[in-house]
């Protein structure tokens, strides 16, 4: 009985926090910024090696936008997860839904559920832009992008479960917020620097640059499975790869990283309490 | 305070696996190198050289035999799964040439066989012993050409046949100088006597030029003796056991074996455009983008995906600093020139135009303009010494919509992996600024409705506890 | 329906509430009273399971909320001082969301019906965030009962509201306690809690003083009795007559009104009627002065004292 009591307060709690985030702007503000920057940086850049080179031998020029603008919907839907427990804990709503049947398992699935079903709002509006995108340009929506919009819904999930998890360790909105941001900036250069300092190749490489390499290289070992922006990573390689096992492998290890985090979470959650 | 602490606790435990990583990944290469200039420094440019059991090592790379060996500092040697490699027991003199930072084996100066067997441990079980056997590099069709491993009685046989055929060849030389000198002692006579009579020789008095003989294609390396094997892909350790039954020192090494993550094919795509910045499309999942008409010269190649660390190991492992920071790192390999194929172009799933390879020239056009052209090569006669600049597919395509490419062997079976899209990009970019402000027009919609709840309360608002109630 | 048992809530050095012992009986209005920083609220957080008790335990229902946690959350309506309300809804869209929630059946007429009950139904899809505080509070009072909840614990719940508020919501807590509700109020409103208690406890420094009904804490603190009493003619031979009355302490003559502190130990009110009939007089009015709650509260919490049996004190 009272796991289907749970599930209702899970059902209702993220349909109310849906309805709040689609009543508010910032979600399509948020899109409508990406999908210029997509435009502008990235479809026209593609557009415009073609031209210039005549000839261009890349993979599917929408896919890469299309993980970046993932990337950066679940990076804002991470950061609105960073910032709604700690501000319905400092506002006293979440005080006011504890004291009716709602518990801090139902509550944490809630929030976690609720930035998933935001991001399948996101998830329609890019399918919407993209497909467009890919018609007026004649880059094509290939089976590959398919698989990226089924496999960016568990990376989406990483991110959000990431940002839940650090909501529920800080006791302030701005604690949340700027740790969130400041991690996944360190993720996010750790990454670039890893991927720039790997992609130089030859043979007479300087020590310190071998060196820096090599570091980098063993701290990637552990961020890679720390860091959500490295499960995108994973996930990416895996469908250009087009390798079915590393595509489901991605998937695992998506879901069992935000299951990890989540359950964190909702321990962390629990020890804190709901009181404001 | 709570996040505080927890951020510490994480930040100390990355700084304590790195650490472990770094001392498991780093310490014993640190150690190596910096070893290594201490004893360059002694030397002062002659470096200290040291007798050393080594591994000399021929691995199989995906297109030829490597080179390398590994001195007392390599702690793996890196193999390619399923192919045959070649490994050797010697005693060399090492140094480190710090100049290179690779460290090198006097073989001229010292080089020992070392007897025994190799014996290839998993488990800590012996799972394959190996004795040493005879080897040759055979090249049917020259020295710059393919390469083929000829082993045991085969590499001997080989070897002869080599050494017949060149013996052939000097003696048909031997024989080609004989009759040349004849045929000259009998064109001298003619000439002699037309300048004597003014009668002109007859046509069937004029002996034949003798054809000069044409040397041997095949090249064969002389017979040497190494062990000679294969494993399927694997974590082994491996060591030599002299005939003594001993073990024989510094011959324990661990032994990596790697297979390739993918298979494929990669294209060298030539613009005709720019023809010196050839494109490079290793990945199935790329596709051909080009703008309005398009002529392109595709050279296929037989690929790999390998771990760009193993890789460069098994190719270098003399040299310590290598491949260092490249464990997460994939690279495709060519292995192989696809030459008898033909290149397929559909349109709607049908192939419309069926491509074969041809040599083309590329030919500076005259002028100012400094410009070229590339041709279709042929052979002239009057320069038996011309060469194609490449031999390629040529591509061209008025590009409209979407077109596939792919390649077939000569019995008409696709190759896998050679599968490309071939897209036409319509270069108007206008509409990619539109279309990014759909979800801000609903947005604004939807906040305009919200917002309407609101205003129409502020407007017409009396709060309601001021309003007279029934009940006092 | 609720029982407290040895609760104490310690916030390191400080108990915010010591070894509390309350019984909420069904069907009744219990009063909760204490100075701010008393530990009611702690109490209330602890009853609703949003703060963990350092020692004891409560039960509701007879369990403890850990046992049946959803069912016994949702046979409880809060309605908490301060109103923290979803503001990007408007009152329906949030009272739908809570009726979701509480699993309540056919919605939209309960919704109708609880904000008819508190005079807001015809502003029910306005946003929240546009309420006035007393509007606010109102609607946390629908809120509360939107799921017909069998125990209403309210924290304050007429301190931002007018007169005609108050009234409002002290009748729909009369009325309501008439269906057979149970409610644990707590309020600094001591005239609220006066009016609509059948039962207080009073909270003072953590501790429970006193839990008792107003007629028996009134007995318990007062230690004498005040009679007025006004004749159609006083005179010296009536003051002389009531004051040789044995238990009778004092007496206050001014004109027509008699002030008379008698002892508790018995009720002199006969004897003093018939005293001032032998004297020819006739008694116009007799009353006997009540101690307020506020008295009592003032009396209890300042003088530090415990009612409580256990305490040994009466």
């Given at each position: 009985?009272?796991?289907?009591?749970?599930?209702?307060?899970v059902?209702?709690?993220a349909?109310r926090?849906?309805?709040?985030?689609l009543?508010?702007?910032g979600?399509y503000v948020?899109?409508?910024?990406?999908f210029l920057?997509?435009?502008?940086?990235?479809?026209?850049?593609?557009?415009?090696?073609?031209?210039n080179?005549?000839?261009?031998a890349?993979?599917?020029?929408i896919?890469?936008?299309?993980?970046v603008?993932?990337?950066?919907?679940?990076?804002?839907?991470?950061?609105?997860?960073?910032?709604?427990?700690s501000?319905e804990?400092?506002?006293?709503?979440?005080?006011v839904?504890?004291?009716?049947?709602?518990?801090?398992?139902?509550?944490?699935?809630?929030?976690?559920?609720?930035?998933?079903?935001?991001?399948?709002?996101v998830?329609g509006?890019?399918?919407?832009?993209?497909?467009?995108?890919s018609?007026?340009?004649?880059?094509?929506?290939?089976?590959?992008?398919?698989?990226?919009?089924f496999l960016?819904?568990?990376?989406?999930?990483?991110m959000?479960?990431?940002?839940?998890?650090l909501?529920?360790?800080?006791k302030k909105?701005?604690?949340?917020?700027?740790?969130?941001?400041?991690l996944?900036?360190f993720?996010?250069?750790?990454?670039?620097?890893?991927?720039?300092?790997?992609?130089?190749?030859?043979?007479?490489?300087?020590?310190?640059?071998?060196?820096t390499?090599?570091?980098?290289?063993?701290i990637?070992?552990v961020?890679?499975?720390i860091?959500?922006i490295?499960?995108?990573?994973?996930?990416?390689?895996?469908?250009?790869?087009?390798?079915?096992?590393?595509?489901?492998?991605?998937?695992?290890?998506?879901?069992?990283?935000?299951?990890?985090?989540?359950?964190?979470?909702?321990?962390?959650?629990?020890?804190?309490?709901?009181?404001? | 305070?709570?996040l505080?602490?927890?951020?510490?606790?994480?930040?100390l435990?990355?700084?304590?696996?790195?650490g472990?990583?770094?001392?498991?990944?780093v310490?014993?290469r640190?150690?190596q190198?910096?070893?290594?200039?201490e004893?360059?420094?002694?030397?002062?440019?002659?470096?200290?050289?040291?007798?050393?059991f080594?591994?000399s090592l021929?691995?199989?790379?995906g297109s030829?035999?490597?080179?390398?060996?590994?001195?007392?500092?390599?702690?793996?040697i890196?193999?390619?799964?399923?192919?045959t490699?070649i490994?050797n027991?010697?005693?060399s003199?090492v140094?480190y040439?710090?100049i290179?930072?690779?460290?090198m084996?006097?073989?001229?100066?010292?080089?020992e066989?070392?007897?025994?067997?190799?014996?290839?441990?998993?488990?800590?079980?012996?799972?394959?012993?190996?004795?040493?056997?005879?080897y040759?590099?055979?090249?049917?069709?020259g020295?710059?050409?393919?390469?083929q491993?000829?082993?045991?009685a085969?590499?001997?046989?080989?070897?002869?046949r080599?050494?017949?055929?060149?013996?052939?060849?000097?003696?048909?030389?031997?024989?080609?100088?004989?009759?040349?000198?004849?045929?000259?002692?009998t064109?001298?006579k003619?000439?002699?006597?037309?300048?004597?009579?003014?009668v002109?020789a007859?046509?069937?008095?004029?002996?034949?030029?003798?054809?000069?003989?044409?040397?041997?294609?095949?090249?064969v390396?002389s017979?040497?003796q190494?062990?000679?094997?294969?494993?399927?892909a694997?974590?082994?350790?491996?060591?030599?056991?002299s005939?003594?039954g001993?073990?024989?020192?510094?011959?324990?090494?661990?032994?990596?074996?790697?297979?390739?993550?993918?298979?494929?094919?990669?294209?060298?795509?030539i613009?005709?455009s720019?023809?010196t910045r050839?494109?490079l499309?290793?990945d199935?999942s790329?596709?051909l983008?080009?703008?309005?008409?398009?002529v392109?010269?595709?050279?296929?190649?037989?690929?790999?995906e390998?771990n760009?660390?193993?890789?460069?190991?098994?190719?270098?492992?003399?040299?310590?600093?290598?491949?260092?920071?490249?464990k997460?790192?994939?690279?495709?390999?060519?292995?192989?020139?696809?030459v008898?194929?033909?290149?397929?172009?559909?349109?709607?799933?049908?192939?419309?135009?069926e491509?074969?390879?041809?040599?083309f020239y590329?030919?500076?056009?005259?002028?100012?303009?400094?410009?070229?052209?590339?041709?279709e090569?042929?052979p002239?006669?009057?320069?038996?010494?011309?060469?194609?600049t490449?031999?390629?597919?040529?591509?061209?395509?008025?590009?409209k919509?979407?077109?596939?490419?792919?390649?077939v062997?000569s019995?008409?079976?696709?190759?896998?992996?050679?599968?490309?899209?071939?897209?036409?990009?319509?270069?108007?970019?206008w509409p990619?600024?539109?279309l990014?402000?759909?979800?801000?027009i609903?947005?604004?919609?939807?906040?305009?409705w919200?917002?309407?709840?609101?205003?129409?309360?502020?407007?017409?608002?009396?709060p309601?506890?001021n309003k007279?109630?029934?009940?006092? | 329906?609720?029982?407290?048992?040895?609760?104490?809530?310690?916030?390191?050095?400080?108990v915010?509430?010591?070894?509390?012992n309350?019984?909420?009986?069904?069907?009744?209005?219990y009063?909760?009273?204490g100075?701010?920083?008393?530990?009611?609220?702690?109490?209330?957080?602890?009853?609703?399971?949003?703060?963990?008790?350092?020692?004891g335990?409560?039960?509701i229902?007879?369990?403890?909320?850990?046992?049946?946690?959803?069912n016994?959350?949702?046979?409880?309506?809060?309605?908490?001082?301060f109103?923290?309300?979803?503001?990007?809804?408007?009152?329906?869209?949030?009272?739908?969301?809570?009726?979701?929630?509480?699993?309540?059946?056919?919605?939209?007429?309960?919704i109708?019906?609880?904000?008819?009950l508190?005079?807001?139904?015809?502003r029910?899809?306005?946003?929240l965030?546009?309420?006035?505080?007393?509007?606010?509070?109102?609607?946390?009072?629908?809120?509360?009962?939107?799921?017909?909840?069998?125990?209403?614990i309210?924290?304050?719940?007429?301190?931002?509201?007018d007169?005609?508020?108050?009234k409002?919501i002290?009748?729909?807590?009369?009325?309501?306690?008439?269906?057979?509700?149970?409610?644990?109020?707590?309020?600094?409103?001591?005239?609220?809690?006066?009016?609509?208690c059948?039962?207080?406890g009073?909270?003072n420094r953590?501790?429970?003083?006193?839990?008792?009904t107003?007629?028996?804490?009134?007995?318990r603190?007062?230690?004498?009795?005040?009679?007025?009493?006004?004749?159609?003619?006083?005179?010296?031979?009536?003051t002389k007559?009531?004051?040789?009355?044995?238990?009778?302490?004092?007496v206050?003559?001014?004109?027509?009104?008699?002030?008379?502190k008698?002892?508790t130990?018995?009720?002199?009110?006969p004897?003093?009627?018939?005293a001032?009939?032998?004297?020819?007089?006739?008694?116009?009015?007799?009353?006997?002065?009540?101690?307020?709650?506020e008295?009592a509260?003032?009396?209890?919490?300042?003088?530090?004292?415990s009612?409580?049996?256990?305490?040994?004190?009466?």
């Amino acid at each position: 009985m009272s796991v289907s009591y749970r599930m209702n307060a899970v059902k209702v709690t993220a349909k109310r926090e849906l309805k709040s985030t689609l009543y508010g702007i910032g979600l399509y503000v948020v899109l409508t910024i990406i999908f210029l920057i997509t435009s502008y940086a990235s479809i026209r850049v593609s557009i415009m090696n073609v031209v210039n080179n005549g000839i261009e031998a890349i993979q599917n020029p929408i896919s890469w936008p299309f993980l970046v603008t993932v990337f950066l919907a679940s990076t804002y839907l991470g950061l609105c997860s960073a910032i709604s427990i700690s501000r319905e804990r400092e506002q006293g709503t979440m005080e006011v839904l504890f004291y009716g049947p709602v518990d801090s398992f139902s509550y944490v699935i809630g929030k976690y559920l609720q930035q998933i079903l935001t991001f399948g709002v996101v998830l329609g509006f890019s399918i919407i832009y993209f497909f467009l995108i890919s018609q007026i340009t004649n880059f094509g929506f290939t089976a590959q992008f398919l698989g990226l919009l089924f496999l960016s819904v568990f990376l989406a999930s990483s991110m959000v479960a990431f940002g839940i998890f650090l909501s529920t360790l800080a006791k302030k909105t701005i604690v949340g917020v700027v740790s969130f941001l400041a991690l996944v900036l360190f993720f996010l250069i750790f990454w670039a620097a890893h991927s720039v300092i790997m992609g130089i190749s030859g043979t007479n490489m300087s020590t310190a640059l071998i060196y820096t390499r090599l570091v980098l290289d063993n701290i990637n070992l552990v961020i890679q499975w720390i860091s959500p922006i490295a499960y995108f990573v994973r996930g990416m390689v895996a469908v250009s790869v087009g390798s079915l096992g590393q595509y489901l492998l991605s998937i695992i290890s998506s879901a069992i990283y935000s299951a990890i985090l989540i359950a964190l979470a909702i321990i962390t959650f629990e020890r804190r309490g709901a009181k404001r | 305070m709570k996040l505080r602490r927890v951020s510490i606790a994480l930040v100390l435990m990355l700084v304590l696996v790195t650490g472990m990583a770094w001392a498991a990944e780093v310490e014993p290469r640190v150690a190596q190198t910096t070893q290594v200039p201490e004893e360059v420094k002694k030397g002062q440019g002659q470096p200290d050289k040291e007798v050393q059991f080594v591994y000399s090592l021929s691995p199989w790379t995906g297109s030829e035999y490597g080179g390398t060996f590994a001195p007392r500092q390599a702690s793996t040697i890196y193999l390619m799964a399923n192919e045959t490699n070649i490994l050797n027991s010697l005693r060399s003199e090492v140094y480190y040439w710090d100049i290179t930072r690779e460290y090198m084996a006097d073989w001229f100066g010292f080089k020992e066989e070392v007897p025994g067997t190799l014996e290839i441990l998993q488990g800590g079980k012996v799972v394959k012993t190996v004795e040493k056997t005879d080897y040759v590099y055979s090249y049917p069709d020259g020295y710059d050409g393919r390469v083929q491993l000829v082993v045991g009685a085969d590499a001997i046989l080989e070897f002869e046949r080599y050494n017949q055929l060149t013996n052939d060849y000097w003696d048909a030389v031997s024989a080609y100088y004989d009759e040349q000198a004849a045929w000259q002692a009998t064109m001298d006579k003619l000439l002699k006597r037309v300048q004597e009579t003014g009668v002109y020789a007859k046509p069937e008095e004029i002996p034949p030029i003798p054809e000069q003989p044409t040397p041997p294609k095949l090249y064969v390396t002389s017979p040497v003796q190494a062990f000679v094997f294969d494993l399927p892909a694997g974590q082994y350790k491996i060591r030599v056991k002299s005939p003594d039954g001993t073990i024989v020192e510094h011959s324990e090494k661990n032994l990596v074996v790697f297979e390739s993550r993918r298979q494929g094919v990669g294209f060298q795509i030539i613009p005709e455009s720019k023809w010196t910045r050839p494109v490079l499309s290793n990945d199935k999942s790329q596709v051909l983008y080009l703008e309005g008409r398009r002529v392109f010269y595709l050279k296929p190649f037989h690929e790999e995906e390998f771990n760009q660390y193993a890789y460069v190991k098994m190719a270098s492992l003399h040299k310590p600093l290598e491949g260092l920071g490249t464990k997460s790192a994939w690279a495709w390999v060519h292995t192989e020139e696809i030459v008898a194929a033909k290149a397929q172009i559909l349109k709607d799933g049908k192939v419309i135009e069926e491509i074969e390879r041809k040599p083309f020239y590329v030919e500076q056009t005259p002028g100012y303009a400094l410009g070229y052209k590339i041709v279709e090569w042929e052979p002239d006669p009057n320069y038996p010494d011309s060469a194609p600049t490449f031999e390629a597919f040529k591509i061209e395509l008025e590009a409209k919509g979407l077109y596939q490419m792919r390649f077939v062997d000569s019995e008409g079976n696709v190759i896998p992996g050679s599968e490309r899209d071939i897209r036409s990009v319509n270069a108007t970019t206008w509409p990619l600024y539109i279309l990014p402000l759909l979800p801000f027009i609903i947005g604004l919609a939807i906040f305009f409705w919200r917002r309407s709840l609101k205003v129409e309360q502020v407007e017409g608002f009396l709060p309601e506890e001021n309003k007279p109630q029934t009940v006092v | 329906m609720i029982q407290t048992e040895g609760l104490t809530k310690r916030f390191g050095q400080l108990v915010a509430v010591d070894n509390l012992n309350i019984h909420v009986e069904k069907g009744e209005i219990y009063g909760f009273l204490g100075p701010n920083g008393a530990g009611k609220t702690t109490t209330a957080m602890m009853i609703l399971g949003l703060l963990k008790p350092t020692e004891g335990k409560v039960k509701i229902f007879g369990k403890e909320l850990q046992e049946d946690y959803f069912n016994i959350k949702r046979r409880i309506g809060v309605l908490s001082e301060f109103q923290y309300l979803y503001e990007d809804l408007t009152a329906y869209e949030c009272l739908r969301f809570f009726g979701e929630l509480y699993q309540v059946d056919d919605i939209d007429k309960r919704i109708t019906h609880v904000l008819g009950l508190v005079n807001l139904d015809n502003r029910k899809h306005e946003l929240l965030g546009g309420y006035s505080k007393g509007m606010k509070q109102k609607f946390g009072m629908a809120r509360a009962l939107l799921h017909d909840p069998e125990i209403l614990i309210l924290d304050e719940p007429v301190s931002s509201l007018d007169p005609y508020g108050v009234k409002e919501i002290r009748d729909i807590i009369m009325e309501e306690n008439r269906n057979g509700r149970t409610f644990l109020i707590s309020s600094h409103i001591l005239s609220e809690i006066e009016r609509t208690c059948n039962r207080i406890g009073i909270l003072n420094r953590g501790r429970l003083v006193a839990e008792d009904t107003m007629e028996n804490l009134r007995r318990r603190l007062e230690d004498e009795v005040e009679l007025h009493i006004e004749i159609d003619a006083p005179n010296e031979a009536v003051t002389k007559a009531i004051q040789g009355i044995n238990g009778v302490i004092s007496v206050d003559a001014d004109e027509k009104q008699y002030v008379i502190k008698t002892s508790t130990e018995r009720d002199v009110r006969p004897d003093i009627v018939r005293a001032i009939a032998a004297t020819g007089n006739v008694v116009v009015e007799m009353r006997r002065h009540e101690m307020s709650l506020e008295e009592a509260f003032v009396t209890i919490t300042e003088k530090n004292i415990s009612l409580l049996a256990k305490e040994g004190v009466a």
